[in-house]
């Protein structure tokens, strides 16, 4: 079983729609992740949260809001989504290790087109 | 901000030989953590390697080990006895104390085709 779910993991969607991407996770992490992937970009942050109190803008937020409902769910939103958020959508989570970085785990992405 | 660069968009070996994969990075801080992750063509992100800053002895893991040269901010992956499985993208990043060793800035990866 996955340990860090992202659904949907496929979305089409036309400019001017609202849009939601959620991420569950059931390793117990704390921290929760949203990145966007996009061709000869690498993976860059949008959004982070340490708990379910704290929510972080990463070098992107632009454009994206997001809900920690829960220790074990983080969701990315969209509200009007525009041609150019068409990208490859990941959730990460990670739990420090007393002192040592924390070691981020992917979900399987979500990959989002909007025309 | 930390910057990392990977200069390499693609690269191909063949089958059982050893390629070596470049990263250099540039930061301010003294206290990080280097990282490649593989994302095969599934497109899911998985966890190659990890190196700390704080120690001199390059990390191994299996088939793949990194030459870090933290004077010259160098973090290369080599992977030895290629395997076909191992055709995937290739992205370096960093994690510094200043994000609390938490947030990660990636390169722009490089993709390696093995092929038989």
């Known amino acids: 079983d996955a340990d860090v779910t992202q659904t949907p993991r496929n979305r089409i969607t036309k400019t001017g729609k609202r849009i939601m991407l959620e991420c569950s996770q059931t390793?117990?992490?704390?921290?929760m992740y949203w990145y966007r992937q996009d061709p000869g970009l690498g993976l860059r942050l949008i959004y982070y949260?340490?708990?379910?109190?704290?929510?972080n803008k990463g070098e992107i937020s632009d454009g994206y809001s997001v809900s920690r409902q829960a220790q074990a769910k983080f969701s990315l939103s969209l509200e009007s989504a525009i041609p150019n958020q068409t990208a490859l959508y990941f959730c990460?989570?990670?739990?420090?290790?007393?002192?040592?970085?924390?070691?981020?785990?992917f979900g399987p992405g979500t990959r989002l087109t909007v025309l | 901000a930390q910057t990392v660069t990977q200069s390499q968009p693609e690269m191909s070996v063949q089958e059982a030989e050893t390629v070596t994969l470049s990263c250099t990075y540039d930061?301010?801080?003294?206290?990080?953590?280097l990282f490649w992750y593989k994302q095969p063509p599934s497109r899911q992100m998985i966890l190659v390697i990890r190196?700390?800053?704080?120690?001199?002895q390059n990390a191994t893991e299996n088939r793949f080990s990194v030459n870090f040269q933290k004077a010259a901010k160098s973090f290369s992956l080599k992977i030895s006895d290629s395997q076909l499985g191992d055709t995937a993208m290739y992205f370096c990043?960093?994690?510094?104390?200043?994000?609390?060793?938490?947030?990660?800035?990636f390169g722009k990866g490089t993709m390696l085709l093995v092929s038989p």
């Open positions: 190196q700390e800053a704080y120690k001199q």
């Open positions: 390793k117990g992490h704390d921290r």
């Open positions: 990460a989570t990670s739990d420090p290790d007393r002192g040592r970085t924390d070691t981020q785990y």
């Open positions: 949260s340490f708990d379910v109190k704290d929510i």
């Open positions: 930061t301010s801080e003294n206290n990080y953590y």
């Open positions: 990043a960093f994690s510094g104390m200043n994000s609390g060793y938490s947030t990660l800035t």
